[in-house]
């Protein structure tokens, strides 16, 4: 039994060695003089500062993050609203197609999703640049925002809300005191990977970006494109960092939501 | 009648993006598949796509790749996600697998250049046990390895979460009536766990059609998969109508994907 134990370890080890191997590479080269991934030639933090300098890359970065906020931002808007919306529909034909709309655009192959948006912009006659893609990252989050807002509403259920009805409140009471402080941590949680899926997507903005505007996926893509260059290393440490943070707040608020959710079971179970 | 006009208010924002960014974008990749370059309506783009052996045979090489991705990230996803629902604080090491999926997609392919070039660690790991350094960038076998690489946190997921659904005393009960380790995985097991692969190969199958930064920058172009045949015909050769019959073809593909692998919609609230 201990063997197995033994062997099991060792395959689980391996595979998180595999996961983290290339990253952990990037990393350690990033502090390499010399410019190549090949041989470490001792320890430097050259690369970060010629980073620091690289005023180009770093508008790029701030470019990133204003599109990755304003476009979750905007999207766990339409999309609580949308969440809202279904949730009201009585007719589960109507509800179940709008879900299968809304989706589409989580299934879509990323290439799709970035032609059809350019079609569709270039049918319109918006130049391309922040604009579309703002408005793609804006879309494609959507319906990520109304999965994670759905199931928090029909856990709220209906009685909460007719008893606030029936002693008066009205409908923004309603909204504003019950619906919505219930539904907070889906629409964090929706806001969240809205966030990430903006700052992940390349394919899409690579699409319907033009010649004056770019995001950092579409900044390494070309410069991966012409070779390495251990500035990029520099800035996958720094990024890596940051998703940390991002992974250990993420599920720090997972946590907060599930023991709240064991309090509420635990109180419940005291009343009965 | 009062929720009635809320229930419109809702819907106006939500309900414009289902329009203007579900609906128009399929409607016009579909319509411009039947336009050739003069912008004429035509069918000459699908007899050519059927009539000339190239597009069918990289249609067909393109699902066999993202075939040999899928059951690669499968065999290795499978194991990883049953030990690691044995694990203590299971949740935890979870989190350390989807962590590598916040890194973004096009730095992880790039630490790949670094590995794979011809004086990188790969090679330098091969000449150590004497085997000697081998082109190992620009190959099919470094694609298939970078995207199945990439795809296996999306696999582990669904996985894993099938498997904390199952409910211990079943396989209790098999071992009990006298059930082999073998059979009570090939009868109790894989079927309960089921649904979370059949979420697994759509959430990797589909995407693996359309890699195509990664066929760029890792394959060298030597796989062409249905999603670098789209993105060349938009963004290099121009030839929309073409590519919009490619990303018609693509998205029969994925519709038919989704009839197989069942009602299982949702990607497991991962981050792509």
Known sequence: ?272 | MKSKTNNLFYFIPYGLWLLLFVMAPVALIVYHSFLNLNQHFTLDNYITYFKSGTYLMMTLNSLWYALLITVATLLISYPTAYLLSNLKHKQLWLLLIILPTWINLLLKAYAFIGIFSQSGVANQFLTFIGIGPQQLLFTNFSFIFVATYIQIPFMILPIFNSIEDLNQSYINASHDLGATSWQTFRKVIWPMTLPGVKAGVQSVFIPSLSLFMLTRLIGGNKVITLGTAIEEHFLITMNWGMGSTIGVVLIVAMVVIMIFTGESKTRGGVPK
Request: no cysteine; charged share 10%; net charge positive.
């Open chain 1, 1 to 272: 039994m201990t063997h197995r134990f033994k062997l099991s370890n060792l395959y689980l080890f391996l595979v998180f060695a595999v996961l983290y191997a290339p990253i952990l590479f990037l990393i350690v080269f990033s502090f390499s003089q010399g410019d190549s991934m090949s041989h470490f030639h001792g320890f430097t933090f050259s690369h970060y500062l010629a980073l620091l300098n690289d005023t180009r890359l770093i508008i790029i970065v701030l470019q990133t993050l204003l599109i990755a906020l304003l476009s979750s931002l905007i999207a766990t808007i339409i999309g609580t609203l949308g969440a809202l919306g279904i949730n009201q529909t009585s007719r589960p034909i109507t509800r179940n197609s709008i879900l299968s709309l809304n989706n589409i655009l989580i299934v879509s192959p990323d290439v799709i999703i970035g032609a059809s948006f350019l079609i569709f912009f270039t049918a319109l006659k918006i130049p391309l640049g922040f604009t579309t893609v703002l408005l793609s990252h804006i879309a494609f989050s959507i319906p990520i925002v109304v999965l994670m807002v759905l199931p928090k509403l029909r856990e709220l259920g209906t009685s909460m809300v007719s008893a606030a009805s029936d002693l008066g409140a009205s409908n923004g009471q309603i909204l504003s005191k019950i619906i919505l402080p219930y539904i907070t941590p889906g629409i964090l949680s929706g806001f969240f990977m809205a966030l990430t899926y903006s700052l992940d997507d390349f394919a899409v903005t690579f699409f319907v970006t033009g010649n004056g505007f770019s995001t950092l996926s579409v900044e390494i893509y070309s410069r991966a494109r012409q070779g390495i260059s251990l500035e990029i290393n520099a800035l996958s440490g720094i990024l890596f960092l940051f998703a940390l943070v991002l992974v250990v707040g993420y599920y720090f608020l997972n946590q907060y939501q599930q023991n709240r959710r064991l309090k509420r079971a635990n109180r419940e179970e005291d009343i009965l």
